[in-house]
């Protein structure tokens, strides 16, 4: 079975613009997590969307929004991109986000770039 | 607030021997779960373990063991006879919510070289 894809892998933008990242999650998994990775730290939780609805949310402008589609695959969306929004952006699937259940499985990434 | 702390920003251990990886967490949730991940240079974060506030026994996956004190707070990760390729960083995480809503937490993570 495929795990978590993400798209694209890599992404150079420009101060001020907007950028879309894609994740498809494991099949059978219908919630999707979001993090940011900057250089050098650990993961910053974002987003958490289950059954289309945003179950959690980090501690992030609002220039970051997300959405689920019904095949649950997920969109992260950064508006006004700045030059510390620069990072790694990781996705996780997970069957159910619950704990016991909520292992997650992560994509490879999307590194983001922005000059 | 949740929290998580890894104190040990590197740590060497000689190929063969056994290392433990400390983390530390801090919740008021009587219900949370504790993930460990290995990030190699790559960049993707690979599940390694979990263990639920509830579980009475410690979790065990192949060479990896998770040493969980709940009185403690603490989750420390065992890594029994260690190989070159478990060089990498190494994550601790916290899972905890219900159903209105979740948050997972990382720590800083520990860098963990393996000497041949």
């Known amino acids: 079975d495929a795990g978590v894809t993400q798209s694209p892998t890599h992404l150079i933008k420009t101060r001020g613009q907007h950028v879309t990242l894609r994740c498809s999650p494991i099949?059978?998994?219908?919630?999707v997590s979001w993090y940011q990775q900057v250089l050098g730290q650990g993961p910053q939780f974002i987003f958490q969307?289950?059954?289309?609805?945003?179950?959690g949310r980090g501690n992030f402008p609002d220039r970051f929004s997300a959405r689920q589609f019904p095949n649950y695959s997920s969109e992260l969306n950064v508006n006004a991109l700045l030059l510390g929004d620069s990072a790694l952006y990781l996705c996780?699937?997970?069957?159910?986000?619950?704990?016991?259940?909520?292992?997650?499985?992560f994509g490879p990434g999307t590194r983001l770039l922005v000059l | 607030a949740q929290k998580i702390t890894q104190t040990q920003p590197g740590m060497f251990v000689q190929e063969k021997e056994a290392v433990t990886l400390d983390c530390t967490y801090d919740t008021s949730d009587q219900s949370y779960g504790l993930f460990w991940y290995k990030q190699p240079s790559s960049g993707e974060m690979i599940f390694l373990i979990y263990q639920g506030s509830y579980d009475e026994q410690n979790a065990t996956e192949g060479r990896y063991s998770l040493n969980f004190q709940k009185a403690r707070k603490s989750a420390n990760l065992v890594i029994s006879a260690s190989q070159l390729g478990d060089s990498a960083m190494y994550f601790c995480a916290m899972r905890e919510g219900n159903t209105g809503g979740f948050k997972t937490i990382f720590g800083a993570g520990t860098r963990l070289f393996v000497k041949a």
């Open positions: 969307y289950y059954e289309k609805e945003e179950r």
């Open positions: 099949s059978g998994h219908k919630s």
């Open positions: 996780a699937s997970s069957p159910h986000p619950g704990q016991g259940l909520g292992t997650q499985y």
